[in-house]
């Protein structure tokens, strides 16, 4: 049985929070019904056209969901809306601050009549406070959490590479839904669960909080190199570069003893402590990559994984792409987009006797009319809804 299997989830959702939540939803077995606009769809379906025409942020967070075109601002929508309430169990919603709860679909407006119904609301800046009304962009939330300014060169500062805040936001939508659904099964009893953009990242900023707060500097921005641990990070090699890092004693004196060859900058005052070689960073590292430089990346690599000292390459997406451990695992499938097959991996949960469903994505209102009669509209009614533009 699949995890979530009979678990339907109504998702008034767009860009990437809310749908990463609900496509894990999906993938887990729940039926998810994707409200779009009529016309338009998600926004996010016009971010780029890179896989065959089709943005690639869409492909990646909907597959296995099944897409209904719905005006919700209408009479006619808000009415299929809610019998769509009636046989789901979890409304998911990252709509403009206030908009669930102008449509009559806040938690507490739904709770007489679905006393069992989890409702997720996803927002920027949380449901109180001077900057609830503001809008949030996963940049914006990088730079209000202070990610931003403990990335990038000590030059100049960076967002992270990736929509960081909106995974944070939408892993942990996924951890409360599934929290609440445990809960509901011994209790009976439907919750209201919310998750801010800023909390998500504020909560895996607060180690750079903690030592700005406590200790008075803030982590400096290092590319490549850890900002507590040395040796940790990049370092170059005869042809290139290769990125290794140790976590104790035991590693360090086992790096210097039987990589370096040297067992006396183990114990050599400017190295000798954790706080020594963060504090001689530059030093320890010059002394390394001068032994490195007579070395290539490979050879280097290969003399670190034979004495157990953690090391890794520095990929791009295309190396990711095909690299060989995803290939051995066989964690690659194929799903169907309505321009032909793409690539998808596997998500990271396996279940040992349960495989994700890997669906496929869907084109904008592509099941509209399959759930409109599944929620006992006529042919004639149907058609109707059509033609007046709430569906």
Same mark, same amino acid.
């Given at each position: 049985?699949?995890?979530?299997?009979? !678990?339907?989830?109504?998702?008034?959702?767009?860009? /990437?929070?809310?749908?990463?939540?609900?496509?894990?939803?999906?993938?887990?077995?729940?039926? /998810?019904?994707?409200? &779009?606009?009529?016309?338009?769809?998600?926004?996010?379906?016009?971010?780029?056209?890179? /896989?065959?025409?089709?943005?690639?942020?869409?492909? %990646?967070?909907?597959?296995?969901?099944?897409?209904?075109?719905?005006?919700?601002?209408?009479?006619?929508?808000?009415?299929?809306l809610m019998r769509?309430?009636?046989?789901?169990?979890?409304?998911?919603?990252?709509?403009?601050?206030?908009?669930?709860?102008?449509?009559?679909?806040?938690?507490?407006?739904?709770?007489?009549?679905?006393?069992?119904?989890?409702?997720?609301?996803?927002?920027?800046?949380?449901?109180?406070?001077?900057?609830?009304?503001?809008? *949030?962009?996963?940049?914006?939330? +990088? *730079?209000?959490?202070?990610?931003?300014?403990?990335?990038?060169?000590?030059?100049?500062?960076?967002?992270?590479?990736?929509?960081?805040?909106?995974?944070?936001?939408? !892993?942990?939508?996924?951890?409360?839904?599934?929290?609440?659904?445990?809960?509901?099964?011994?209790?009976?009893?439907?919750?209201?669960?919310?998750?801010?953009?800023?909390? $998500?990242?504020?909560? %895996?900023?607060?180690?750079?909080? #903690?030592?700005?707060?406590?200790?008075?500097?803030?982590?400096?921005?290092?590319?490549?190199?850890?900002?507590?641990?040395?040796?940790?990070?990049?370092?170059?090699?005869?042809?290139?570069?290769?990125?290794?890092?140790?976590?104790?004693?035991?590693? %360090?004196?086992?790096?210097?003893?039987?990589?370096?060859?040297?067992?006396?900058?183990?114990?050599?005052?400017?190295?000798?402590?954790?706080?020594?070689?963060?504090?001689?960073?530059?030093?320890?590292?010059? #002394?390394? &990559?001068?032994?490195?430089?007579?070395?290539?990346?490979?050879?280097?690599?290969?003399?670190?994984?034979?004495?157990?000292?953690?090391?890794?390459?520095?990929?791009?997406?295309?190396?990711?792409?095909?690299?060989?451990?995803?290939? $051995?695992?066989?964690? %690659?499938?194929?799903? +169907?987009?309505?321009?032909?097959?793409?690539?998808?991996?596997?998500?990271?949960?396996?279940?040992?006797d349960f495989e994700?469903?890997?669906?496929?994505v869907p084109s904008?209102?592509?099941?509209?009319? +399959?759930?409109?009669?599944?929620?006992?509209?006529?042919?004639?009614?149907?058609?109707?809804?059509?033609?007046?533009?709430?569906?």
């Open positions: 049985m699949r995890p979530l299997e009979g !678990m339907r989830v109504v998702a008034l959702e767009h860009a /990437v929070a809310a749908p990463l939540c609900s496509r894990h939803l999906a993938d887990l077995g729940a039926d /998810v019904i994707k409200i &779009e606009r009529p016309g338009s769809g998600d926004f996010a379906r016009d971010y780029d056209n890179y /896989v065959n025409g089709i943005c690639s942020h869409f492909i %990646w967070l909907n597959r296995g969901k099944r897409s209904v075109t719905l005006d919700v601002k209408t009479d006619s929508g808000r009415e299929i769509l309430l009636a046989g789901a169990d979890v409304l998911l919603q990252n709509l403009a601050p206030g908009a669930a709860a102008r449509l009559g679909v806040g938690y507490e407006a739904l709770k007489p009549a679905h006393p069992k119904l989890v409702v997720c609301d996803i927002s920027g800046y949380g449901e109180s406070g001077p900057m609830v009304r503001k809008k *949030a962009y996963d940049l914006l939330i +990088q *730079a209000e959490s202070g990610l931003i300014s403990v990335t990038g060169s000590p030059e100049e500062p960076s967002r992270v590479g990736i929509s960081i805040a909106d995974i944070a936001t939408g !892993m942990y939508a996924l951890t409360g839904i599934t929290a609440a659904l445990l809960r509901r099964a011994r209790t009976g009893e439907g919750a209201n669960v919310k998750v801010a953009m800023i909390d $998500a990242l504020g909560e %895996w900023m607060t180690y750079p909080m #903690l030592r700005h707060a406590y200790a008075g500097t803030p982590p400096p921005r290092s590319p490549t190199r850890h900002p507590a641990i040395a040796p940790y990070g990049s370092h170059r090699t005869k042809d290139g570069s290769i990125i290794f890092g140790l976590q104790n004693e035991r590693e %360090w004196v086992t790096f210097c003893t039987d990589v370096l060859r040297r067992p006396d900058v183990a114990t050599d005052p400017r190295f000798a402590t954790p706080h020594a070689r963060r504090e001689n960073r530059d030093e320890l590292t010059a #002394l390394i &990559e001068n032994f490195f430089s007579f070395l290539t990346s490979a050879e280097v690599a290969d003399l670190l994984e034979r004495h157990g000292i953690a090391n890794g390459r520095l990929n791009d997406p295309l190396a990711t792409w095909n690299h060989e451990q995803f290939s $051995a695992r066989d964690k %690659w499938r194929e799903i +169907q987009t309505e321009n032909g097959p793409v690539r998808a991996l596997l998500p990271p949960f396996e279940f040992g994700a469903v890997m669906g496929d904008i209102g592509q099941h509209t009319d +399959q759930v409109l009669g599944e929620l006992g509209y006529s042919a004639s009614e149907i058609a109707a809804l059509h033609l007046s533009g709430a569906v």
